[in-house]
């Protein structure tokens, strides 16, 4: 972990971070008692590791406090009850990742320095590096919520970004990782399905999920081809790739070529719960078993 830290941070960047007095850290009260920013479930008995980046519900009271959005609105973009809705699928034998902090707060799946430069005041350092995302206010500490309303009442000083990736992006990174490295090291390849939920949408063509490999790159054809027609035969509408076609997780990690896949999954909130409320319904259940039964038949591929 430490390693992977001094590799995203610029030297001169983590020489100051090692120096900042810890009581001078943004939120030091709110994270004394904070859960680790992730949670690891089993151990790495099967070649498929899963990952929930964003069911995190752990909102520091000093940043809801300070932001210009109610929690409702904040919690938008979360995606709820996603680790639980994986506990059937685990229970065949991959671990289970998932980060305990909201991606509102900081966005793993997106890379560590895609930041939105507009949102900081002061001078910016030349490593940060927005993507288009990043410049739409979606980067690793997001401007904005999903509904494009601005989260933040003032511009932020840029150390308080660079502490939030020190403390929550790079130790769920660090784990992740281990976590790929070991895996594949004990069973000669490793698949990652990244989890994620995702809103209902206008047109009829609204999916049940969406599987993402990047357009063909993050893993092998087998896998989504696997993972579609499982899905379609248990009664769901899937799409590939759109709208989503799988984040900085899925394109980071997914190195086929290496015997490391990575398939981002998006499954319909509708289907589980109510989007308003966050509250599951009676669909929790199924989707909970098919999703088991996705992994089941994926785990057959790895004999």
């Not at 509408?237 to 984040?247: K, L, V």
């Not at 319904?281 to 785990?299: I, M, Q, Y």
Request: net charge positive; with cysteine.
């Amino acid at each position: 972990m430490k390693n992977l830290a001094h590799s995203l941070l610029p030297r001169h960047l983590a020489r100051l971070l090692e120096n900042t007095p810890e009581q001078h850290l943004p939120e030091q009260a709110a994270r004394a008692i904070a859960p680790a920013p992730f949670k690891v479930l089993g151990t790495l008995e099967a070649p498929i590791v899963l990952a929930s980046p964003h069911s995190g519900q752990f909102y520091p009271e000093a940043f809801v406090q300070n932001a210009r959005q109610p929690l409702s609105v904040l919690r938008s973009g979360e995606d709820s009850h996603i680790h639980l809705l994986a506990e059937q699928a685990h229970a065949l034998g991959p671990a289970l990742l998932h980060a305990t902090f909201p991606r509102v707060f900081c966005d793993v799946n997106r890379g560590a320095w895609d930041l939105d430069t507009r949102m900081f005041h002061g001078p910016i350092p030349a490593f940060v590096r927005p993507t288009e995302r990043g410049l739409a206010g979606l980067g690793s500490i997001p401007r904005i919520v999903g509904n494009r309303k601005p989260i933040y009442r003032h511009r932020l000083p840029f150390m308080e970004a660079a502490l939030r990736i020190r403390h929550y992006w790079m130790p769920y990174h660090a784990m992740l990782a281990d976590m790929l490295d070991k895996t594949r090291a004990k069973h000669g390849t490793c698949l990652l399905l990244d989890l994620h939920s995702m809103p209902d949408t206008p047109e009829a063509t609204n999916p049940d999920f969406v599987l993402g490999d990047a357009h063909g790159t993050t893993c092998h054809p087998e896998i989504i081809r696997t993972a579609e027609q499982t899905l379609q035969d248990l009664g769901f509408r899937t799409t590939r790739n759109q709208p989503y076609a799988g984040g900085y997780i899925t394109r980071h990690y997914g190195r086929p070529q290496h015997n490391l896949h990575a398939l981002q999954i998006e499954m319909r909130r509708s289907l589980y719960m109510h989007e308003e409320t966050h509250i599951c319904h009676a669909g929790f259940a199924p989707l909970a078993s098919a999703l088991a039964v996705v992994t089941e038949k994926l785990l057959k591929l790895f004999p």
